[in-house]
């Protein structure tokens, strides 16, 4: 290619009409996207876009590459420069990157829209409608057909043998596949031949196998064969069995509906006998308050009867009634003892025996309080009984009203709870150190028996303390504090009480099992669920009878 000359230097050494590229570079037809001048990006020495543009000394731009091929003359205004003194063009880069131009294969379907300077990688690793040529046939395919070309349409592609499945590996081209195949007869008749002996090998194996796995399989058919007998023996039986069951369940359910019937007409029964029961309570305390009033009547009328004896009033036989004499039967006086008041002991002496002296306490009534549970940590219970002083106060807890007297085994050091909390109505955290067999006692008083039917346990409020729960423990009853009985017993049980904060869990006292009893005792038999032996409780309540004065 040769360009005219469009300097105005003067000097003919330097500047010439006619030129060519000064290095060789391959030209490409470039479509670009936006038409304008080309020769803004043309470079005036190879005559190609600007590979790395450098601004010369005269100001005019070119590849760096082209510096050393000018020489030392501008190809654009044909004035010598300074060859050291050049300096990279910057608008000239930015310039040739902003130019799109369409591949140059875009008119065999190509439609990439590259930049200038990708132009050449693009041609080279990503166009799929560059033709390349066939290593086969030397024919110019698209490179995105070459695969197919070679797996289909090439004449020179290389061709497998027709025994190559008896094995002949031999390749060739369709125009030699006749040749070989008529020049290797004598080697294709070998293949046929070591191919029919393996199969015969073969067909021998397979049929001695064949006879080895009848035999097994005849083995294996009456081994199976005597299974299903037995099965279905087994089956029939077993439908038997499941005649016998359905029947029973059939007998079940009509016991249990017999039973809940029972059930029903024996809570009608003992409902009219709770009825009947409180009607007899409640007469009973009608004829109690009638005792009590004549009782206030007998005494004053010890009093009047004691006020003459103190004036004077009466003889020395005054009073005089009668005795039975020693062994002889005979009735004679005894003197009445002087009045005393009704608080005091009366002593009675014998005229006969004047030394033998009957001293006779008046005997307070005894009432019985029946304490039935309904759910855990009702106020149907004993300590809350005795903390609202029989339903007629607010609760108050017992032990701390020193009503009642509430013990343990040890305090745990840091701990700041009481163990008078045992008897309280809020949840909190109190237990014992960690020591084996830690318990918890409780001292109804000298004039409280309490013969107990059921009881509640409440664990600790912590959840912390989940894992502490009790398992093992002994509720014993006491007379005197000293001899114990177990009332109720459990050990290893983690699920008595429900592994969560605040649990309560009621236990039921065998009725072989209860006595009237002032002493009570939670007794830990073994560690908890962790393995520590602290006793940890933040309730307890009982259910049952209590025997106590009327006062």
């Excluded at 005219?4 to 009409?17: I, L, R």
């Excluded at 910057?90 to 829209?113: D, F, T, Y």
């Excluded at 084996?436 to 109804?444: A, E, H, T, V, Y």
Aim: glycine fraction near 6%; include cysteine.
């Amino acid at each position: 290619m040769e360009v005219e000359c469009t300097g105005n230097s003067n000097d003919a050494q330097w500047c010439t009409k006619k030129r060519t590229p000064c290095r060789p570079r391959k030209q490409l037809e470039y479509i670009l996207i936006e038409k304008g001048d080309d020769e803004n990006w043309r470079c005036p020495a190879c005559l190609a876009h600007y590979e790395d543009p450098v601004c010369l000394s005269c100001g005019d731009t070119i590849c760096r590459a082209c510096v050393a091929c000018v020489g030392i003359v501008c190809p654009t205004c044909c004035e010598k420069f300074i060859a050291e003194e050049w300096r990279p063009s910057r608008m000239a880069q930015r310039q040739v990157r902003q130019i799109q131009c369409h591949c140059p294969n875009s008119g065999l379907g190509c439609a990439a829209i590259i930049g200038v300077l990708d132009v050449e990688h693009h041609l080279g690793a990503e166009c799929e409608w560059r033709e390349e040529e066939c290593d086969q046939c030397h024919q110019q395919v698209r490179r995105a057909e070459m695969a197919h070309h070679k797996d289909t349409i090439c004449t020179a592609k290389p061709m497998a043998c027709g025994y190559a499945d008896v094995g002949c590996e031999t390749r060739c081209t369709p125009g030699s596949l006749a040749a070989h195949e008529r020049d290797g007869v004598v080697a294709h008749v070998g293949f046929l031949r070591q191919r029919l002996a393996d199969t015969s090998a073969d067909l021998a194996h397979c049929k001695a196998d064949l006879a080895q796995c009848k035999t097994e399989l005849g083995g294996q058919l009456a081994a199976t064969s005597a299974d299903l007998a037995q099965a279905r023996a087994q089956l029939v039986e077993s439908r038997a069995e499941v005649t016998q069951c359905q029947a029973a369940l059939n007998q079940t359910q009509h016991d249990l509906a017999q039973t809940r019937a029972d059930l029903v007409q024996a809570r009608a029964e003992l409902g009219g006998q709770l009825t009947a029961t409180q009607a007899d309570l409640a007469q009973t305390r009608a004829d109690l308050s009638k005792t009590q009033q004549e009782l206030a009547a007998v005494r004053a009328r010890i009093d009047q009867v004691r006020s003459p004896a103190e004036d004077g009033v009466g003889g020395p036989d005054h009073g005089r009634e009668w005795k039975r004499r020693g062994s002889e039967g005979i009735s004679c006086p005894v003197a009445h003892p002087p009045p005393t008041p009704p608080d005091r002991d009366l002593i009675l002496s014998c005229g006969v025996f004047p030394t033998h002296q009957l001293v006779v306490r008046p005997a307070a009534p005894v009432v019985e309080v029946l304490f039935l549970y309904n759910h855990n940590m009702d106020e149907q219970g004993l300590f809350y009984y005795i903390g609202t002083q029989g339903h007629t106060q607010p609760f108050r807890n017992p032990a701390k009203a020193g009503l009642i007297t509430v013990s343990r085994s040890t305090d745990y050091y840091d701990d700041n709870s009481k163990a008078s909390d045992l008897t309280g109505r809020q949840p909190c955290a109190s237990f014992t150190a960690d020591q084996p067999n830690s318990w918890w006692k409780i001292d109804l008083g000298a004039e409280r028996l309490f013969t107990p039917t059921r009881y509640t346990l409440r664990h600790s409020n912590l959840p912390a303390h989940v894992a502490c729960r009790l398992q093992s423990w002994h509720l014993e009853g006491s007379v005197d504090g000293v001899r114990w009985r177990t009332l109720d017993e459990y050990a290893n049980e983690p699920n008595a009480i429900p592994a969560r904060p605040d649990a309560m869990a009621t236990f039921a006292v065998a009725p072989e099992r209860a006595f009237p009893a002032r002493h009570f005792r939670v007794l830990m038999t073994g560690p908890s669920p962790s393995g520590y032996n602290y006793l940890m409780l933040s309730g307890l309540e009982m259910y049952g009878t209590l025997r106590q004065p009327a006062h």
